[in-house]
C-alpha cells in the first residue's frame, strides 16, 4: 500500500529525516511515537508533499516517486498524488466563512468537479458518520474544538483517498473533547480505512494500532505491534521514551 524507501528530509544544513524505511499495509493502523522534534510530522507531511523529501523514493497505490536534492517534481504529478491522501491537522483548518457542510462540499465541487446536490448529499452522510449531521449547518465559531475536528475528519474522506493522514489530531483538544475524535478514528479503523496518525495518545496507539513506530533523531528506533512496542520493547531508548510518558 505505502512503501517508504531511505526517505531524507533537509532544511537547510539540518536533516531532520535520516533514511526512513517502512512498509504501511492496506486497511492497517499505523500510529507514530516519539518525543518533539524527533521528524514525526516531517515524516507526515512528506507523506502527501506537503514537504518534499531531499532523497529517497515513496511508493502509494499505482504512485511511485523517486526524490533527488533539486529536482523538481512536476505540478500535476504533485496533484495526483497528493489526492490519493486525505491529512487531518492539528489545528482544524476549516473555512471559518462556510458552514460544516459547505466545508465538506468543498473539495468535492471544486476537485472532483461534482455538482452541487451530489456534493451535498455525500457531504451530509459524512456528517453523519462522524456524528455531526444536525450541525451541518453550523459554522466554525458555533462548534465545539471536538466537533470541528470530527469536521476535518469528515472532509478529509470527502476525496475517498487512499490513505487518512492525522498529524497530531487531539493535541489543541481540551482534555474532554479528546475522547470524542478517538472514537470516530477507531471506527474508522475498524472499517478497515488505512491510516497513519502522528499521536501522543498512547492509549489510542495500544488499541487501535496495527502498528506503532518509534521515531527519534530523524530515524526509526523500533516498530512492531502495541504488545510488542508497549510490552516488549527491544530498545532502551523506546523504554525511556515510554517511562517518562507514564511517569
Request: glycine share 8%; charged share 25%.
Amino acid at each position: 500500500m505505502i512503501e517508504i524507501n531511505n526517505l531524507h528530509k533537509q532544511f537547510g544544513q539540518i536533516e531532520v529525516l535520516k533514511g526512513i524505511d517502512l512498509r504501511i499495509e492496506e486497511g492497517d493502523t499505523v500510529c507514530i511515537i516519539g518525543p518533539s522534534g524527533s521528524g514525526k510530522t516531517t515524516l507526515l507531511r512528506c507523506l502527501n508533499l506537503l514537504e518534499v523529501p531531499t532523497k529517497g523514493m515513496i511508493k502509494l497505490g499505482n504512485f511511485s516517486l523517486e526524490f533527488q536534492d533539486k529536482k523538481q517534481i512536476p505540478k500535476d504529478t504533485v496533484i495526483k498524488f497528493r489526492q490519493q491522501t486525505g491529512m487531518v491537522f492539528q489545528g482544524y483548518n476549516l473555512f471559518p466563512h462556510m458552514t460544516a457542510l459547505e466545508n465538506v462540499m468543498e473539495g468535492l465541487v471544486i476537485i472532483r468537479k461534482q455538482g452541487k446536490e451530489l456534493a451535498r448529499t455525500k457531504a451530509l452522510n459524512l456528517l453523519d458518520k462522524v456524528g455531526l449531521k444536525e450541525r451541518a449547518n453550523h459554522y466554525p465559531f458555533q462548534l465545539s474544538g471536538g466537533q470541528q475536528q470530527r469536521v476535518g475528519i469528515a472532509r478529509a474522506m470527502a476525496l475517498e483517498p487512499e490513505v487518512l493522514l492525522f498529524d497530531e489530531p487531539t493535541s489543541a483538544l481540551d482534555p474532554e473533547l479528546v475522547g470524542e475524535v478517538l472514537k470516530v478514528m477507531k471506527e474508522l479503523a475498524k472499517e478497515g480505512m488505512t491510516m497513519v496518525v502522528v499521536t501522543h495518545e498512547m492509549n489510542f496507539a495500544r488499541e487501535a494500532a496495527d502498528k506503532v513506530v518509534f521515531i527519534d533523531k530523524g530515524i526509526i528506533v523500533e516498530e512492531g505491534t502495541p504488545q510488542q512496542i508497549f510490552e516488549h520493547t527491544q530498545h532502551e531508548r523506546t523504554l525511556q521514551f515510554l517511562n517518562k510518558l507514564c511517569s
